[in-house]
């Protein structure tokens, strides 16, 4: 085999070892059921619904997205189009404590009486205050509707639905966007040498070949 092959084979196997470090996954999402308890106009109510929370970083903030799969709640009469607004909290763990609210549209069609209401999708702003792994998990639910106010509280203590390592603004994060899971720790450095190598893998290749051009001669297996 040619001095050009082999440099040709190594550089394709560095540049595949690259992609396959930099897809794997460093922090950890999950749906979780959520049972809420909700206080309503006309009486106690109870839902469980599977909630979503993904995270796209925007600058040194985060905008976060809380999904709903099932309904929660109901009415005992019709909703019209955009007679209902829908907000919740959205509690914050591990290496920084507090809350971020979040907000949805309005109900784009009418909801049936005695239908489980079906949230849209809730985002807000998250900007970290203190770096490390932070946890979001769903919290108190509120809905206006008809000038009354349904409150749904998470009846079941339950666990994150997103875990992020992050840095505090004016850092550098380690935090993924687009939803992505995020790499630290070594990770991070076995893909910067892999990179590095099929670099210079890539300029040697071009320096052989240009060697061989300009000599205008075949190098021997």
Not at 11 to 21: E, H, K, P, Q, Y
Not at 36 to 46: D, S
Not at 111 to 123: E, F, G, R, V
Request: net charge positive; aromatic share 4%.
């Amino acid at each position: 085999m040619s001095y050009q092959k082999r440099t040709a084979l190594a550089l394709a196997a560095a540049v595949a070892g690259s992609v396959v470090l930099m897809t794997a996954p460093a922090a950890h999402a999950t749906v979780v059921d959520v049972d809420y308890k909700c206080r309503t106009p006309i009486g106690p109510k109870a839902a469980v619904s599977p909630i979503d929370i993904k995270a796209v970083k925007s600058g040194s903030s985060y905008k976060l997205t809380m999904s709903f799969q099932k309904g929660v709640s109901s009415s005992p009469v019709e909703l019209g189009k955009g007679a209902m607004n829908p907000s919740a909290l959205i509690e914050l763990g591990g290496a920084e404590g507090g809350k971020v609210p979040v907000s949805g549209p309005a109900n784009a069609a009418a909801i049936p009486a005695n239908t489980p209401i079906k949230i849209n999708d809730l985002s807000g702003t998250y900007t970290p205050k203190k770096s490390g792994k932070v946890t979001f998990t769903a919290g108190v639910l509120t809905i206006k509707a008809l000038g009354t106010t349904t409150t749904c509280t998470p009846g079941n203590s339950p666990g994150p639905s997103l875990e992020l390592d992050v840095t505090a603004a004016g850092g550098s994060s380690q935090a993924s966007a687009s939803g992505e899971l995020p790499k630290t720790g070594p990770l991070d450095s076995a893909t910067a040498l892999a990179t590095l190598g099929g670099t210079i893998l890539l300029s040697g290749a071009a320096g052989v070949l240009w060697l061989t051009r300009r000599s205008g001669g075949r190098i021997a297996s």
